[in-house]
């Protein structure tokens, strides 16, 4: 009686059946292993791959930064030369700009600088801007004590009016005397009237027209500073310039 185990392997269908089977069996096994040996050297490829393109990627990103760098700062440097450049003529400019109005001739032809102090620069505001009844006080005119003279240092400013109104001839002056309180009354607007025609004639003989120069001598009526101290007394005393047309 035949054995039902020996009649099956003996078959030749089961053998190729079983065969193909092993043999589908084997390259899925030698796939997966040749993917699973394969796979680490992948990726260490790959990831020496990225490395590589981030290393140039970093190389050619500071290269860009470094040129645009350099093109700014090409640009800065141009521009702060053309702007010193601008600021050099400009600078130039208004300092002949400057000299060209801070120097007025008397009427001799002599030029004088004017503009040197507050008062003097706020005169020659009020005539360029005609502006009318406003008082300016002398800060460089000087006169002896109880005395209608002029001392030495006086005559820089008689030259600066002198030539603000020969420059502004439409322009007419009223020249106010003022004292502290030191004394009577009639006696110091005596003084006062005395040291405003002084100022007058100093102003005639360098060729401006007397009729353009009135002069009113105040007294102590007229104070700016109290009486009671030296330093009060001392801004008491002045002489006035006032545009009157």
């Known amino acids: 009686m035949p054995n039902d185990t020996q009649d099956s392997l003996n078959s030749p269908s089961l053998d190729k059946t079983t065969l193909a089977k092993y043999l589908i069996a084997s390259l899925v096994i030698g796939f997966f292993a040749l993917f699973a040996a394969s796979t680490p050297l992948l990726a260490q490829t790959t990831q020496q791959d990225l490395q590589k393109i981030r290393a140039d990627m970093e190389v050619r990103r500071e290269a860009e930064i470094s040129k645009l760098r350099a093109e700014m700062a090409l640009k800065q440097q141009t521009e702060m030369n053309r702007l010193r450049t601008e600021m050099e003529a400009s600078t130039t400019e208004q300092s002949r700009s ?31 801007t005609k502006q009318f009844d406003k008082s300016a006080i002398f800060d460089k005119l000087y006169f002896e004590s109880g005395s209608d003279q002029l001392n030495a240092a006086s005559q820089e400013q008689v030259k600066v009016i002198a030539a603000l109104l020969h420059h502004y001839t439409d322009n007419h002056i ?18 006062s009237l005395r040291r405003s025609n002084t100022m007058k004639k100093a102003l005639t ?13 105040m007294g102590y009526l007229k104070p700016i500073a109290s009486n009671d101290t030296k330093e009060g007394r001392e801004q008491n005393r002045r002489l006035e310039l006032i545009i009157t047309k």
């Not at 120097?103 to 507050?118: K, S």
């Not at 003989?205 to 001598?217: A, P, T, V």
């Open 98 to 128: 400057s000299k060209a109005l801070t120097q007025f001739p008397l009427p001799n032809g002599e030029l004088v600088n004017i503009d040197n102090t507050d008062f003097e620069r706020q005169v020659h505001n009020y005539l360029a």
């Open 205 to 217: 003989q360098l060729g401006i027209d007397s009729k353009r120069i009135q002069i009113e001598g």
């Open 174 to 191: 009223l020249l106010q005397g003022h004292t502290d309180n030191t004394g009577n009354l009639e006696e110091n607007t005596l003084l």
